[in-house]
């Protein structure tokens, strides 16, 4: 018993001995295997981090791109939504027009639908759009919630990937548009955008070649109908996450390397280990130092990424606020600027001036593109060089710049300013060599005490209005903001929308001033005139509708309408069994240049040389030289007299009579009058008419007043007369009874 007590006191002994001996070895080799465990994990971690980190910031650069992308996108489109709203009635031409202004090459919308009564009606390009015109929203089932969120809203929204009518997918974004009627916003409709995706994704550097990228509508997707870009299961890989915040929603971008995470782990844990173990003393001293320096390194490229991000933003946002070309802050930026203003001085007001250059399109036109962008720059030069502190001169578009200012007495600062803006454009350019002279109008307009901040936006509308009113006085003027342009512009607003009315209601009219034959007063033919049956203001003369017309681009409808009128009125006079030789009608330029004319001209039910067109001659001939030379004589084969009409007071010339042939030449009214008394005019008045008999063409005189200018312009030669004197303008019902009256006089006096 004893014995065996001794032996297991050796055995422990012994076993403590052997322990103490190894104790060193097995100390080392615990911290070696410790160090080496907690090294390995450590840098797993540090490059899942790293590589974390530099997936995050491209994915930062991603988002960064998409956002400006679509917000320019979006910009593009409240621009062609402002345009539209400033004039609803406009047609598929100048809606067409209109967007390829605004549609820039680098933009990824590919396409514009705008939907008057949420129908589409206009599209640009129309070419391999057309399927899309007469959508209706509201029927179609995977359009209609976009649509309808639009207009429910107020706000923009963004959809996608549509499927579109037209064939093939993309994202669509849907601006609706409300007009002023004057009391309230009413709402007009919706303009689409249509956002090119494999673009926008292009553009944006979704199609990375080393990240797998997802986009969801929601931040934790449980559908794959939620992921439009990438898949579902993308989002269980521990994805990096980024948003793209936009006024109209919200995606979110998630990104995970190809191949997944922990593809580049460094040295393999076997290869540290066996290091480790052979350099147990050395090893955690050399260790700890690399970890310490491969740390720094490590913050520091973060510093720099962090540093290139946050310069790569401001790049982005300063390109996003300024122009490309001239380096003027951009639309975007003044209209920041009126939305958040920024006062020098509590009681400063805010002046807009509105610049639009008066010769650009010419010198673009002889200069090409490239002179043209030396007189933006050379503009925006001057500009900037006129601007104090606290000033902007910014351009929104075009040959169209604003100038900002502020102060407390704004009225005697908006005109100077106004006056050095035109005196410093006025000042001669060197374009390729050449003198140019360019100039511009301006519109002013100022803030008035008290105005609340939100009505900012108001003052760069009245500075439109006062620039319209410049150019309306000639080039290189300056105008002032008054509420008289205001009530003006609202007045023709009015008178416009009356008259697009009119023509649908046809209260547009035919009223008849006979001709009569110089030597026997004989009717010789009536000459057509436009009247306008208002409904509150009675009967209307062509002064007062004839520019709305022109400015709706309705002109040809307004002249279709009053040639059709005064055909039935001749085939009424026939069967009737008037001596009603000839009905001419006016002619407008647009009429002219409308690609069916002779077409339409071709179906009418007319007998030769009983109608006549009357060209005004303030019509510019050179502008429709080209027109008119494959026009008029075309016309003439359909059996159409050609007249010139106030002759004397506009562009035409004898080598214009003799180039197009006229039947007849009427003189201008204001020639007429003056010839009871003054023999110059009457020598001049003979002159014409010896002219028009040299090329056997016949003179009409108006304006015969008295009969004392009867008697003298019968003397003088003259073939027709018309004025006050022997008939005034009329009804069809009052010309029957005039015509009827006269041939009894006849009767009696025979």
Same mark, same amino acid.
Request: neutral net charge; contains cysteine.
């Given at each position: 018993?004893?014995?065996?007590?001794?032996r297991?006191?050796g055995?422990?002994s012994?076993? &403590?001995?052997h322990?103490?001996?190894f104790a060193?070895a097995?100390?080392?080799?615990?911290?070696a295997?410790i160090?080496v465990y907690?090294?390995?994990?450590?840098?797993?971690?540090?490059?899942?981090?790293?590589?974390?980190?530099?997936v995050a910031?491209?994915?930062?650069i991603?988002?960064?791109r998409l956002?400006?992308?679509?917000?320019?996108n979006?910009?593009?489109l409240?621009g062609?939504?402002?345009?539209i709203?400033v004039?609803?009635?406009?047609?598929?031409?100048a809606f067409?027009?209109?967007?390829?202004?605004?549609l820039?090459?680098?933009?990824?919308?590919?396409?514009?639908a705008?939907?008057?009564?949420?129908v589409?009606?206009?599209? @640009?390009p129309e070419?391999?759009?057309e399927k899309? #015109?007469?959508?209706?929203y509201r029927?179609n089932e995977?359009?209609?919630d976009?649509?309808m969120l639009a207009?429910?809203?107020h706000?923009?929204v963004l959809?996608g990937?549509?499927?579109?009518v037209?064939g093939?997918t993309?994202f669509?974004?849907r601006?609706p #548009? @409300?007009?002023?009627d004057g009391?309230?916003? &009413?709402?007009? !409709?919706?303009?689409? !955008?249509? &956002?090119?995706i494999?673009r926008?994704?292009q553009?944006?550097?979704?199609?990375?070649?080393?990240?797998e990228i997802?986009?969801?509508?929601?931040?934790?997707?449980?559908s794959?109908k939620q992921?439009?870009?990438g898949?579902? +299961?993308?989002f269980? $890989?521990?994805?990096?996450?980024?948003?793209?915040?936009m006024m109209?929603?919200?995606?979110?971008?998630?990104a995970?390397?190809?191949?997944g995470w922990?593809?580049? =782990?460094?040295?393999a844990?076997?290869e540290v280990?066996a290091?480790l173990?052979s350099?147990c003393v050395?090893a955690?001293i050399v260790w700890?130092?690399?970890?310490?320096?491969?740390r720094?390194?490590?913050? /520091?490229k973060?510093r720099?990424?962090?540093k =290139?991000?946050v310069r790569a933003r401001?790049r982005?946002?300063?390109?996003?606020?300024?122009?490309?070309l001239?380096g003027?802050?951009n639309?975007?930026f003044?209209?920041q600027? #009126?939305s958040r203003?920024?006062r020098p001085?509590?009681?400063?007001?805010?002046?807009l001036?509105?610049?639009d250059l008066d010769r650009f399109?010419?010198?673009?036109?002889?200069k090409?593109?490239?002179g043209g962008?030396a007189?933006?720059?050379a503009?925006?030069?001057?500009?900037a060089n006129?601007a104090?502190p606290?000033e902007v001169a910014a351009?929104i578009g075009g040959d169209e710049f604003?100038?900002?200012?502020w102060?407390?007495?704004?009225?005697p600062?908006?005109?100077?300013?106004a006056?050095?803006i035109?005196a410093?454009? /006025?000042?001669?350019l060197f374009?390729d060599?050449?003198e140019?002279?360019v100039?511009?109008?301006?519109?002013?307009a100022?803030?008035?005490?008290?105005v609340?901040a939100?009505?900012?936006?108001q003052?760069l509308?009245?500075?439109?209005?006062a620039?319209y009113?410049a150019?309306?006085a000639?080039?290189?003027?300056?105008a002032?903001?008054?509420e008289?342009l205001?009530s003006?512009a609202?007045?023709?607003? +009015?008178?416009?929308?009356?008259f697009n009315?009119?023509?649908?209601?046809d209260?547009?009219?035919a009223?008849f001033q006979?001709?009569?034959d110089?030597?026997?007063?004989d009717i010789a033919g009536v000459?057509?005139?436009?009247r306008?049956?208002?409904?509150?203001k009675g009967?209307?003369?062509?002064? $007062?509708?004839? !520019?709305?017309a022109?400015s709706l681009?309705r002109?040809?409808?307004l002249?279709r309408l009053?040639?059709q009128?005064?055909l039935f009125e001749?085939?009424?006079?026939?069967s009737l069994?008037m001596?009603?030789?000839?009905v001419s009608?006016?002619?407008?330029a647009?009429?002219?240049?409308?690609?069916?004319l002779?077409?339409e001209l071709s179906?009418?039910?007319?007998?030769?040389?009983?109608l006549?067109f009357e060209l005004l001659?303030? &019509?510019?001939?050179?502008d429709?030289?080209?027109?008119?030379?494959?026009i008029?004589?075309?016309?003439?084969e359909?059996g159409?007299e050609i007249e010139?009409?106030?002759f004397?007071?506009g562009h035409?010339s004898?080598v214009?009579?003799l180039?197009?042939?006229p039947?007849?030449?009427k003189?201008?009214r204001e020639?007429? $009058?003056?010839i009871?008394?003054s023999?110059?005019?009457?020598r001049l008045?003979s002159?014409?008419?010896?002219?028009? %008999?040299?090329?056997?063409i016949d003179i009409?005189?108006e304006?015969v007043?008295?009969?004392?200018?009867a008697? #003298?312009l %019968?003397?003088?030669g003259?073939h027709?007369l018309?004025?006050?004197?022997?008939?005034?303008p009329?009804?069809? $019902?009052q010309l029957? +009874?005039?015509?009827?009256?006269k041939?009894?006089g006849?009767?009696?006096?025979?």
């Amino acid at each position: 018993m004893k014995f065996r007590k001794n032996r297991s006191r050796g055995f422990a002994s012994s076993a &403590i001995s052997h322990t103490s001996a190894f104790a060193p070895a097995i100390f080392a080799a615990t911290i070696a295997i410790i160090v080496v465990y907690v090294a390995t994990n450590w840098r797993l971690e540090r490059s899942l981090a790293d590589e974390r980190s530099i997936v995050a910031g491209e994915l930062a650069i991603i988002s960064s791109r998409l956002q400006t992308n679509l917000n320019s996108n979006v910009k593009l489109l409240q621009g062609l939504a402002a345009g539209i709203a400033v004039n609803p009635a406009m047609d598929q031409s100048a809606f067409a027009k209109l967007a390829a202004q605004i549609l820039q090459p680098d933009s990824q919308l590919k396409s514009f639908a705008a939907a008057p009564g949420m129908v589409v009606k206009w599209v @640009y390009p129309e070419k391999g759009n057309e399927k899309a #015109i007469g959508l209706d929203y509201r029927t179609n089932e995977k359009q209609r919630d976009g649509a309808m969120l639009a207009r429910n809203t107020h706000n923009i929204v963004l959809t996608g990937p549509v499927d579109l009518v037209q064939g093939g997918t993309a994202f669509v974004a849907r601006c609706p #548009i @409300y007009i002023n009627d004057g009391r309230s916003q &009413i709402f007009w !409709g919706l303009l689409s !955008g249509i &956002i090119d995706i494999p673009r926008l994704y292009q553009d944006s550097g979704l199609e990375s070649a080393d990240l797998e990228i997802a986009i969801s509508t929601v931040p934790e997707p449980n559908s794959p109908k939620q992921v439009f870009l990438g898949g579902l +299961e993308t989002f269980s $890989k521990q994805p990096v996450v980024a948003s793209v915040d936009m006024m109209y929603g919200r995606w979110t971008l998630i990104a995970v390397p190809k191949g997944g995470w922990g593809q580049n =782990k460094g040295i393999a844990i076997f290869e540290v280990f066996a290091s480790l173990l052979s350099l147990c003393v050395v090893a955690p001293i050399v260790w700890v130092g690399f970890l310490t320096k491969s740390r720094q390194r490590t913050i /520091e490229k973060l510093r720099l990424h962090k540093k =290139k991000l946050v310069r790569a933003r401001q790049r982005l946002e300063h390109l996003s606020l300024h122009d490309a070309l001239t380096g003027l802050p951009n639309r975007r930026f003044v209209d920041q600027m #009126i939305s958040r203003p920024q006062r020098p001085g509590p009681k400063d007001c805010l002046i807009l001036i509105h610049i639009d250059l008066d010769r650009f399109k010419a010198i673009n036109d002889t200069k090409g593109h490239a002179g043209g962008d030396a007189v933006l720059q050379a503009t925006a030069s001057r500009l900037a060089n006129l601007a104090g502190p606290h000033e902007v001169a910014a351009r929104i578009g075009g040959d169209e710049f604003i100038f900002a200012s502020w102060s407390a007495n704004p009225e005697p600062r908006a005109n100077e300013l106004a006056q050095q803006i035109v005196a410093a454009l /006025e000042k001669t350019l060197f374009i390729d060599g050449s003198e140019c002279v360019v100039g511009a109008s301006v519109g002013v307009a100022w803030e008035t005490e008290g105005v609340d901040a939100r009505d900012l936006g108001q003052l760069l509308l009245n500075a439109d209005l006062a620039l319209y009113e410049a150019k309306k006085a000639g080039r290189g003027r300056a105008a002032i903001f008054t509420e008289d342009l205001r009530s003006a512009a609202i007045l023709s607003k +009015e008178l416009a929308d009356e008259f697009n009315n009119a023509l649908d209601r046809d209260e547009l009219v035919a009223f008849f001033q006979p001709q009569f034959d110089a030597n026997t007063l004989d009717i010789a033919g009536v000459e057509t005139l436009a009247r306008w049956d208002h409904r509150r203001k009675g009967l209307l003369g062509p002064d $007062k509708f004839l !520019g709305v017309a022109e400015s709706l681009g309705r002109s040809g409808d307004l002249d279709r309408l009053i040639l059709q009128k005064a055909l039935f009125e001749l085939a009424r006079w026939d069967s009737l069994e008037m001596r009603i030789p000839r009905v001419s009608v006016n002619i407008s330029a647009h009429r002219l240049a409308q690609a069916n004319l002779l077409a339409e001209l071709s179906e009418l039910p007319m007998a030769r040389g009983r109608l006549c067109f009357e060209l005004l001659e303030t &019509i510019s001939f050179d502008d429709l030289q080209p027109v008119l030379n494959d026009i008029i004589p075309a016309v003439k084969e359909l059996g159409i007299e050609i007249e010139i009409d106030d002759f004397g007071t506009g562009h035409a010339s004898i080598v214009s009579l003799l180039r197009f042939e006229p039947r007849r030449l009427k003189i201008d009214r204001e020639i007429i $009058k003056p010839i009871v008394t003054s023999r110059s005019q009457r020598r001049l008045v003979s002159s014409i008419i010896e002219i028009g %008999r040299s090329q056997n063409i016949d003179i009409v005189a108006e304006g015969v007043e008295t009969m004392e200018h009867a008697k #003298i312009l %019968r003397d003088l030669g003259c073939h027709l007369l018309q004025g006050y004197a022997l008939a005034r303008p009329m009804s069809s $019902k009052q010309l029957v +009874e005039f015509c009827r009256a006269k041939d009894k006089g006849m009767i009696r006096a025979g």
